[in-house]
T-cell receptor, first 112, second 112 residues
Framework: AQSVTQLGSHVSVSEGALVLLRCNYS??????LFWYVQYPNQGLQLLLK??????LVKGINGFEAEFKKSETSFHLTKPSAHMSDAAEYFC??????????FGKGTTLSVSS | SQTIHQWPATLVQPVGSPLSLECTVE??????LYWYRQAAGRGLQLLFY??????ISSEVPQNLSASRPQDRQFILSSKKLLLSDSGFYLC???????????FGPGTRLTVL
């Protein structure tokens, strides 16, 4: 079965700093990979997805992620953090024949 | 465009009382439907998913049940709530099991 690991349950950055949220997956076949964002008391919103096309995927709100097969990683980055980026972020991977597998989430804090 | 609705938005129920949460999707046909629960600090837990009317897959044993009486309606129920049922309940839909999921706004359930 597939699995996904998000390294770091909490990440803190200063406004304007680089955001890097880590996600590693285990898969024996090329996966589909997703990043979601969740603001307090709201549902999850899709940021971006990788479906075996370009390895660098651009998403909404200035986020992007790079698929690295050799490292089985799909890290999420943003060059310059905004206060409004403070939220919880989830990485997910598809599993053959069942629903998406979600990571445990990473809470991003942004300080001024 | 597609939209997903959940109600109620918040609910406070006593232990041992019944539960019914409803989710409906508009603008699509034959969606896959999902129920998730988020308990404090415990990430996203898949409870049930459905690939069609009357077809329910349960991911975890518990005192909750799900039903899909219509193509775009998904209901989460319980006959007797436990304190541990408190949490944030999210409904989601997708075109297929491997595609991205689209989430509703969620229901905050507090069991006292």
């Amino acid at each position: 079965a597939q699995s996904v690991t998000q390294l770091g349950s909490h990440v803190s950055v200063s406004e304007g700093a680089l955001v890097l949220l880590r996600c590693n997956y285990s898969s024996s076949v090329p996966p589909y990979l997703f990043w979601y964002v969740q603001y307090p008391n709201q549902g999850l919103q899709l940021l971006l997805k990788y479906t075996s096309a370009a390895t660098l995927v651009k998403g909404i709100n200035g986020f992007e992620a790079e698929f690295k097969k050799s490292e089985t990683s799909f890290h999420l980055t943003k060059p310059s953090a905004h206060m409004s980026d403070a939220a919880e972020y989830f990485c997910a991977v598809n599993d053959q024949g069942t629903a998406l597998i979600f990571g445990k989430g990473t809470t991003l804090s942004v300080s001024s | 465009s597609q939209t997903i609705h959940q109600w109620p938005a918040t609910l406070v129920q006593p232990v041992g009382s019944p539960l019914s949460l409803e989710c409906t999707v508009e603008g699509t046909s034959n969606p896959n439907l999902y129920w998730y629960r988020q308990a404090a600090g415990r990430g996203l837990q898949l409870l049930f998913y459905s690939v069609g009317i009357g077809q329910i897959s349960s991911e975890v044993p518990q005192n909750l049940s799900a039903s899909r009486p219509q193509d775009r309606q998904f209901i989460l129920s319980s006959k007797k709530l436990l304190l541990s049922d408190s949490g944030f309940y999210l409904c989601a839909w997708s075109v297929s099991l491997v595609d991205e999921q689209f989430f509703g706004p969620g229901t905050r359930l507090t069991v006292l």
